[in-house]
């Protein structure tokens, strides 16, 4: 398995942009799907984005299709999540997510590895 660790969350006015890291730790990154996932306050955790191993597929929720953009650097260990145009219902906290082998469209607990999470907050 491997451990991850989310950053780059923050707070930012609507229209505002926000880049979240997540690093890996361990073997084999580049064989796992990698997913960013959200939940709001009183909301159920949903899927936002993945992207394939070992890279170039990605899945996107259609509220965010356009205005985010998922990518990794296997190299680094690292996937991102780039957030643009932001709207105050992309409020919450933001974990990422690694499905070994995995196309990462599966149910949450398919995934081997969670994050701590990342609180992103979007003012109107």
């Known amino acids: 398995q491997v451990q991850l660790a989310e950053s780059g969350g923050g707070s930012v006015q609507a229209g505002g942009s926000l880049r979240l890291s997540c690093v890996a730790s361990g073997r084999s990154f580049a064989s796992y799907a990698m997913g960013w996932f959200r939940q709001a306050p009183g909301k159920d955790r949903e899927r936002v984005a993945v992207?394939?191993?070992?890279?170039?597929?990605?899945y996107y929720r259609d509220s965010v299709k356009g205005r985010f953009a998922i990518s990794r650097d296997n190299a680094r260990n690292t996937v991102y999540l780039q957030m643009n145009s932001l709207k105050p219902e992309d409020t919450a906290v933001y974990y990422c997510?690694?499905?070994?082998?995995?196309?990462?469209?599966?149910?949450?607990?398919?995934?081997?590895?969670w994050g701590q999470g990342t609180q992103v907050t979007v003012s109107s």
């Open positions: 992207i394939g191993w070992p890279g170039g597929t990605t």
């Open positions: 997510a690694a499905d070994y082998l995995g196309n990462g469209l599966g149910e949450a607990h398919d995934y081997d590895s």
